[in-house]
Structures are given as structure tokens and as C-alpha cells.
């Protein structure tokens, strides 16, 4: 997630991770007849890990204070945006999957935050005789899922509205 706004040197760049995901693949006898759907739980997000923020590159420079970290975490998880008190998961369902092992589509309906939105998602799948994993990025718009994002001081400093949304799920067999 990026800053923006007028005062967006004095924020910086989240990387938020979660490595809970849960969910169900059926495989069916074509790409067609095959669904999933996933559940993201909220309390495993994690803000802007070290490691991670290293393996995201430069936009992500440094290590971010322990303060910063539980601030933001606080502010995702707060009412006014992913309101975790009332909505403890994120889930994803495939409406329809589509394309070529080369170049996969999914309809997905995606529950955040009491609001069910529907978006194409992009990926790959690849496997061997013991996992397959789906893979892709993508740009995703907070406001496409119904979320207003994070603005502070009357929109001086600001999350951005687009987040770039990169997964790779290891289903094994």
C-alpha cells in the first residue's frame, strides 16, 4: 500500500502479509468446473515485516518502528476500515474460472468488511506430482471493495487508493 497526499514524505509504504489462509479447491474435469474459495482470517495480517518489506524493494526501504507497525495494524483493523471487531475474515470465492493453464481468469466475489464485491483476478497455476500452486498479481482498488481508504489530516497524508495485490497459494496433494 503507497502514501499519498500532500504530506506523503512524512509516511511511508506498508507491506501487509498473511500466511493463515485457509480454503477449499475442487478440481473438476475442466478449468470450467472447478471452483474455490479461500478465508482470510484479519488477526494474521502481519504490518510491514522487515524481511518482507526487503524482498519488496526500494519502495519499501528500511525497517519500519514497532509504534508505526501497531499504529497501522490498529487503523486496517479499526470500524472505520476493515472493522475486524464485527468481521473476523476476508473470504474470496470463485464465480467462474476461465483461460488456458497459460493464462487463467477468475470471477471472484469477495467478502471485506460486510461488503461483497466481485472483480477478475489473473493467474497462473503450475504443479508437480505433489502441490500446485495458484499464483498472480494485481492492481485492486480499495474502493472497489467498498472500503474508504486511510486519510489523515483532512487528506494531507493518505493510504492510496490502489494497492498492488500479489498471492501465491500452495495447495498440496
Known amino acids: 500500500m503507497y502514501r499519498a497526499g500532500p ?26 468446473a472447478s471452483s474455490f474459495s479461500i478465508q482470510v482470517p ?3 495480517f502481519v504490518v510491514d515485516d522487515a524481511q518482507v518489506r526487503r524482498e519488496e524493494g526500494s519502495d ?15 487503523n486496517m483493523l479499526s470500524p472505520a476500515m476493515l472493522n475486524a471487531a ?3 475474515e476476508i473470504t474470496v470465492k470463485s464465480v467462474t474460472l476461465s483461460g488456458t493453464l497459460d493464462t487463467l481468469s477468475a470471477a ?16 497462473t497455476l503450475q504443479g ?24 489523515l489530516l483532512h487528506g494531507a ?11 501465491s497459494v500452495v495447495v498440496p496433494l
Do not use: C, W
Request: charged fraction near 15%.
Open 7 to 32: 504530506l506523503a514524505n512524512l509516511g511511508h509504504n506498508h507491506v501487509i502479509v498473511s500466511r493463515a489462509v485457509t480454503g477449499l479447491v475442487q478440481v473438476g474435469s475442466s478449468i470450467a
Open 42 to 44: 484479519l488477526d494474521s
Open 60 to 74: 519499501f526501504p528500511g525497517d519500519i518502528p514497532e509504534d508505526a507497525k501497531s499504529g497501522t495494524r490498529r
Open 86 to 88: 464485527e468481521f473476523s
Open 108 to 123: 471472484l466475489t469477495i467478502n471485506v468488511a460486510g461488503r461483497e464485491a466481485t472483480i477478475s483476478a489473473p493467474f
Open 128 to 151: 508437480d506430482a505433489h502441490s500446485f500452486t495458484a499464483a498472480g498479481s494485481m492492481e485492486l482498488r480499495q474502493t472497489a471493495l467498498g472500503l474508504t481508504p486511510y486519510s
Open 157 to 167: 497524508l493518505q493510504v492510496q487508493d490502489a494497492m498492488q495485490l500479489k498471492f
